[in-house]
């Protein structure tokens, strides 16, 4: 096997029950030691995709390939079992009358003392030497899932598919236990594909994110790009929050409370919106009325009242009504920042930070 060939890879995977397009030409592929998260809302084709791959579904169009060797189409189908994928859902479905060892040595081969040594080496690897004889109603939540991952990267399987793992975990626990799920699979060098509709999870994890909606990937990329170039303003929206300034274009220009913003794809007479996080918004204070100087990087500052202020813990939520047209912006600071409602103040945006859509209705039109 070459090593530009992918561990996994889908062609064109379709899927429909009762004439829904479940899963809609989905294609991807996922490399030796590679992480791969099917980041999308509940109900958008993650799982029917998982389930496709592991064989416990069956497409209605499309190929899969393991190390470049066909594995499904539409007419030739390998067995689940032969596929050397290893599975983990998010109800661990370990076997309670089995031991900790038991359960790990499941799917195993070999002699009795070759089955040990991979469970013991396993077990050690996520510190769960000491339970090796236990059963599973003995474990916390957190080594349940331990186990439930080592026992299936047992047989070390070529893929490992991942099923929103962690969301039967408490909060304080889980961002431990993905660390140490992802440290532990990154050694066995397993081809991964995670499901999950949790963005700081898919960002947290993966080398690659494809973001899916409505049966499609919309977008496909490293976390960094896909976070910092969404590609529209769903996809920006769901990974953090968003501030959506609207305007209409003129002679390739739209107007806002933040002065102008070239805007030359876009026909006269359209609605754009001008998406900003909240983090990256800066604030200046009042000074007689006047705030601070138009810079390149800010653009011309607007003025705006206080209306809410919250600490959140790491940062303070401030929410503002402009001046300018009265609708509300969103900013985020560092620590405790909670002037009093009524305040004026002024607001900057950083324009490196900003995306231009096409308004909802007026994509056509660009």
Not at 6 to 18: A, K
Not at 155 to 166: A, G, S, V, Y
Request: hydrophobic residues 40%.
């Amino acid at each position: 096997m070459s090593s530009l060939t992918p561990r996994l890879e889908i062609q064109n995977i379709t899927r429909v029950f009762g004439g829904r397009t479940v899963v809609d030409d989905v294609s991807l592929k996922v490399m030796p030691g590679q992480v791969t998260c099917l980041l999308g809302p509940s109900g958008c084709g993650k799982s029917t995709t998982l389930r496709v791959i592991a064989g416990v579904d069956m497409q209605d169009s499309g190929n899969i390939f393991i190390d470049g060797n066909l594995v499904c189409d539409t007419v030739f189908r390998v067995p689940p079992e032969r596929r050397s994928v290893g599975l983990m859902f998010q109800d661990f479905a370990l076997f309670p009358h089995l031991s900790v060892a038991e359960n790990v040595a499941f799917g195993l081969s070999g002699s009795r003392a070759e089955k040990r040594r991979r469970v013991e080496q396993l077990l050690e690897r996520v510190d769960l030497l000491g339970h090796i004889d236990d059963y599973p109603h003995q474990l916390s939540g957190g080594e349940q899932q331990r186990v439930a991952l080592v026992r299936a990267l047992a047989p070390r399987p070529k893929i490992m598919l991942m099923d929103e793992p962690f969301s039967g975990l408490d909060n304080r626990l889980r961002d431990e236990i993905r660390d140490d799920t992802l440290s532990v699979l990154k050694e066995e060098g397993a081809a991964v594909l995670l499901v999950t509709h949790e963005p700081d999870e898919a960002m947290r994890m993966a080398d690659e994110i494809a973001l899916m909606r409505h049966g499609k990937i919309v977008q496909q990329g490293a976390p960094y790009n896909i976070y910092n170039a969404p590609v529209d303003r769903a996809a920006a929206a769901f990974f953090s929050d968003i501030n959506v300034i609207r305007g209409k274009v003129k002679n390739l220009l739209t107007e806002t409370a933040f002065g102008q913003f070239l805007t030359p794809a876009m026909p006269d007479g359209s609605e754009v919106d001008i998406i900003i996080r909240p983090q990256h918004i800066r604030i200046d204070f009042d000074r007689n009325g006047r705030g601070p100087n138009p810079t390149p990087e800010t653009g011309v500052a607007a003025r705006a009242v206080v209306e809410r202020a919250r600490f959140m813990g790491s940062e303070s939520l401030v929410e503002f009504r402009m001046d300018y047209d009265g609708t509300m912006l969103k900013v985020t600071v560092p620590a405790v920042f909670l002037p009093r409602p009524g305040t004026a103040m002024w607001l900057m945006i950083r324009r490196d930070r900003c995306f231009v859509f096409p308004a909802p209705g007026h994509e056509r039109a660009a």
